[in-house]
């Protein structure tokens, strides 16, 4: 790993705001991968628990996700991010608290669950729009791709021991504990944001909420490169969802046997996530976004090798590529993000983001079954296989996908992009001169001790 890790990579965890997000994220990512296994075994053993049940619980945390995402952009762009991530964490620490609390009481009362479970959906409504937009406010622009690399490697990596000890304290201390363990990282990250320091910033000219997302809209909409990739994950999630996701796993239980195949499957791709960190801090490719969706045909593999029936280690090798991949992208693609989009609009344009690359997941579920039932499990996953291939394509056709290039540091948002971003709204209100003081601001005062310096590495 130390030959994978260069020592410049590291020279960012010496920023002590960015030192702090790291850490809050880690303890997060921590409680985060325990949640899925204590919730649940606690609604299946609870008085009159059922899958039904398990899967109201989860609906219902993530509409109200998906309801909150776009509001969420608004209040992170008009508002101290790390703070609004701060609210964010407690919000999810009271509703996972008061979660673990009835679970522990043996409640047979399933209504304040579900309750309970809006409250921990909305949290990271308000999280995930703020955490995009705040690592390019506490970091310098040559240092972005290193510090989004090595968060998402902790994360990863936080995720894999998170899995573990979920089952040794869902086994052990029992599930309401265990959530009760995950509302404690919700606080453990919430008191490492709070030290978090932001250069002083503009303020937005005040405007209503509609009128904050329509600005948002039109940052998105005007970027070809941003909607076409927004798109192209959409539909490539709704092939994965339902052919790895759904089909995945009955094909596991028909043809494999058990659940042994997808164990493995789902570790190798875990696995794959992690070294797919490690690979995205070493590449600095000039086309950006062009590498990440090149990355993207990596998805494919898998749906022929269940479709097929082929061995395990194989199956394994698929779900590994499936994760390299997927992590190199979204380094890249966060990191494109931060430099090419206006820091004062950026979490909206992040809110957007996320909002349409799951859009049409929920197709992909509720299509999977019938198709498979109609055409068998494997011509389903054959078909999704070639879709999810043809989203890559598509996307690759567009000018603005293969041309966009990296930035450079000192370069304000939008001077590189202007020929390859292809205008479909009303035009972007002029920010070069506000960028450029804003990263002045950042030199002079962002924690980083004064002999550091970055060696970027071209490719």
Same mark, same amino acid.
């Given at each position: 790993?130390?030959?994978?890790?260069?020592?410049?990579?590291?020279?960012? +965890?010496?920023?002590r705001?960015?030192?702090?997000?790291?850490?809050?994220?880690?303890?997060?990512? +921590?409680?985060?991968?325990?949640s899925?296994?204590?919730?649940?075994?606690?609604?299946?053993?609870?008085?009159?628990?059922?899958?039904?049940?398990?899967?109201?619980?989860?609906?219902?945390?993530?509409?109200?996700?998906?309801?909150?995402?776009l509001?969420? %952009?608004?209040?992170?762009?008009?508002l101290?991010?790390?703070?609004?991530?701060?609210?964010? &964490?407690?919000?999810g620490?009271? @509703?996972?608290?008061?979660?673990?609390?009835?679970?522990?009481?043996?409640?047979?009362?399933?209504?304040?669950?579900?309750?309970?479970?809006?409250?921990?959906?909305?949290?990271?409504?308000?999280?995930?729009?703020?955490?995009?937009?705040?690592? $390019?406010?506490?970091?310098?622009?040559?240092?972005?791709?290193?510090?989004?690399?090595?968060?998402?490697?902790?994360?990863?990596?936080?995720?894999?021991?998170?899995?573990?000890?979920?089952?040794?304290? #869902?086994?052990?201390? @029992?599930?309401?504990?265990?959530?009760?363990?995950d509302?404690?990282?919700?606080?453990?990250?919430?008191?490492?944001?709070?030290?978090?320091?932001?250069?002083?910033?503009?303020?937005?000219?005040?405007?209503?909420?509609?009128?904050?997302? /329509? #600005? @948002?809209?039109?940052?998105?909409?005007?970027r070809?490169?941003?909607?076409?990739?927004?798109?192209?994950?959409?539909?490539?999630?709704?092939?994965?969802?339902?052919?790895?996701?759904?089909?995945?796993?009955?094909?596991?239980?028909?043809?494999?046997?058990?659940?042994?195949?997808?164990? =493995?499957?789902?570790?190798?791709?875990?696995?794959?996530?992690?070294?797919?960190?490690? =690979?995205?801090?070493?590449? /600095?490719?000039?086309?950006?976004?062009?590498?990440?969706?090149?990355?993207?045909?990596?998805?494919?593999?898998?749906?022929?090798? !269940?479709?097929?029936g082929m061995?395990?280690?194989?199956?394994?090798v #698929?779900?590994?590529?499936?994760?390299?991949?997927?992590?190199?992208?979204?380094?890249l !693609?966060?990191?494109?993000?931060?430099?090419?989009?206006?820091?004062e609009?950026?979490?909206?344009?992040?809110?957007?983001?996320? +909002?349409?690359?799951?859009?049409?997941?929920?197709?992909?579920?509720?299509?999977a079954? $019938?198709?498979?039932?109609?055409?068998g499990?494997?011509?389903?996953?054959?078909?999704?296989?070639?879709?999810?291939?043809a989203?890559?394509? @598509?996307?690759?056709?567009?000018?603005?996908? /293969?041309?966009?290039?990296?930035?450079? $540091?000192?370069?304000?948002?939008?001077?590189?992009?202007?020929?390859?971003?292809?205008?479909?709204?009303? %035009? /972007?209100?002029?920010?070069? &001169?506000?960028a450029?003081?804003? &990263?002045?601001?950042?030199?002079?005062?962002?924690?980083?001790?004064?002999?550091?310096?970055?060696?970027?590495?071209?490719?």
């Open positions: 790993m130390a030959t994978l890790i260069r020592r410049s990579d590291l020279q960012v +965890l010496r920023n705001s960015y030192l702090r997000l790291y850490c809050a994220r880690t303890g997060s990512m +921590l409680g985060n991968a325990i899925p296994v204590a919730l649940a075994f606690a609604v299946l053993d609870m008085p009159g628990g059922s899958a039904t049940k398990l899967g109201l619980v989860l609906l219902v945390r993530q509409l109200a996700q998906i309801a909150l995402l509001f969420g %952009g608004v209040i992170a762009d008009r101290p991010r790390n703070l609004v991530m701060v609210a964010s &964490d407690l919000m620490a009271a @509703g996972q608290a008061g979660i673990a609390a009835l679970f522990i009481s043996h409640t047979s009362n399933f209504a304040p669950i579900l309750a309970l479970a809006v409250v921990t959906g909305a949290a990271p409504a308000l999280f995930i729009p703020a955490s995009t937009g705040l690592i $390019p406010q506490v970091v310098n622009r040559e240092q972005l791709q290193s510090a989004n690399a090595l968060l998402r490697f902790s994360m990863n990596s936080s995720t894999i021991v998170g899995a573990a000890i979920a089952g040794v304290l #869902t086994g052990t201390i @029992g599930p309401g504990w265990a959530l009760g363990v509302a404690a990282s919700f606080l453990f990250s919430a008191v490492f944001l709070v030290g978090v320091k932001l250069p002083p910033t503009e303020a937005l000219p005040k405007a209503s909420k509609l009128t904050d997302l /329509r #600005t @948002g809209w039109r940052e998105f909409a005007s070809q490169w941003i909607w076409a990739i927004v798109l192209q994950f959409s539909l490539a999630n709704a092939c994965y969802n339902g052919g790895i996701n759904v089909l995945g796993p009955l094909v596991a239980h028909t043809r494999y046997g058990g659940v042994l195949s997808w164990t =493995v499957f789902s570790v190798a791709r875990a696995a794959g996530l992690v070294v797919g960190s490690l =690979v995205a801090m070493r590449i /600095r490719p000039r086309h950006p976004i062009r590498v990440a969706t090149y990355v993207t045909f990596g998805f494919v593999p898998a749906f022929f090798a !269940w479709a097929a061995p395990i280690w194989v199956l394994a #698929t779900a590994l590529l499936i994760g390299v991949c997927l992590d190199i992208f979204s380094v !693609w966060d990191t494109s993000l931060q430099t090419h989009v206006p820091q609009s950026l979490s909206r344009v992040s809110a957007y983001d996320a +909002l349409g690359s799951v859009a049409l997941g929920p197709i992909g579920l509720a299509v079954g $019938p198709a498979a039932a109609a055409f499990a494997a011509n389903a996953l054959v078909v999704g296989g070639v879709l999810c291939g989203t890559s394509l @598509g996307a690759l056709a567009l000018p603005s996908v /293969r041309n966009l290039p990296a930035q450079k $540091p000192g370069t304000a948002p939008d001077a590189a992009t202007s020929a390859s971003a292809a205008p479909a709204g009303p %035009g /972007r209100p002029a920010v070069a &001169d506000a450029l003081r804003r &990263d002045a601001a950042r030199a002079e005062t962002t924690d980083v001790d004064p002999d550091l310096s970055g060696d970027r590495i071209d490719s």
